[in-house]
């Protein structure tokens, strides 16, 4: 079946900072590919999403690219800030339904 | 644009009793909508598929009948957590497809239940 494996959080950063959180899947087929941030006791917030190989999908300042190579979708940003601070899901579609990663806490400071 | 509604927000209620959720797009037509429950610091985990005019889908492991769901219209979708114990405290999150779509889903902000 699908899955997604993301990086163990809490990342913990200083503000201004390069941001890198590690996500691959399995799948069968194509899937789309997602980014969803959560902040403290909300719902979740489509961040950007990419849906054939080597395309990137980008997004305040966030970014990641489908790498069908490496079954990766990275997530990046060149310089944090606080307001950045939230949980990061990575997700696939398959069958119409989502699978999600497990989540990484990240955490900005001043 | 894509705005998905939730109501309540958060709900305190006594064990035994009944609690309706509800989930609205507010600007796009969902043919599909989705249940999902949010353990703490916890991925979300999909309780249902929600079609309108017919019968929800359950995942393996979830209680249709202690978990009705309903989707009348295109545009709300209702779960009712029925006699609700203290174990079925959690999170609670919906998310729509836009109509003619198959992939993304737009999510709502969460209604928290609290068992007591």
């Known amino acids: 079946g699908n899955s997604v494996t993301q990086m163990e959080g809490p990342v913990t950063l200083s503000e201004e900072a390069f941001l890198t959180i590690n996500c691959t899947y399995t799948?069968?087929?194509?899937?789309?590919l997602f980014w969803y941030v959560q902040y403290p006791g909300e719902g979740l917030q489509l961040l950007l999403k990419a849906t054939k190989a080597d395309d990137k999908g980008s997004n305040k300042g966030f970014e990641a690219t489908y790498r069908k190579e490496t079954t990766s979708f990275h997530l990046e940003k060149g310089s944090v800030q606080v307001s950045d601070s939230a949980v990061y899901f990575c997700a696939l579609t398959g069958y119409s339904t989502l699978t999600f990663g497990k989540g990484t806490m990240l955490l900005v400071s001043p | 644009g894509a705005v998905v509604s939730q109501h309540p927000s958060w709900v305190i209620c006594k064990s035994g009793t009944s609690v309706k959720i509800e989930c609205r797009s507010l600007d796009f037509q969902a043919t599909t909508m989705f249940w999902y429950r949010q353990f703490p610091k916890q991925s979300l985990m999909l309780m249902a598929t929600s079609n309108e005019g017919s019968k929800a889908t359950y995942e393996q492991g979830v209680e249709k009948d202690k978990f009705l769901i309903n989707h009348a219209s295109l545009t709300l979708s209702t779960l009712t957590v029925t006699s609700a114990h203290p174990e079925d405290s959690s999170f609670y999150i919906c998310s729509a497809r836009i109509s003619g779509t198959s992939e993304t889903q737009y999510f709502g902000p969460g209604t928290r239940l609290l068992v007591l």
């Open positions: 799948a069968t087929g194509y899937p789309s």
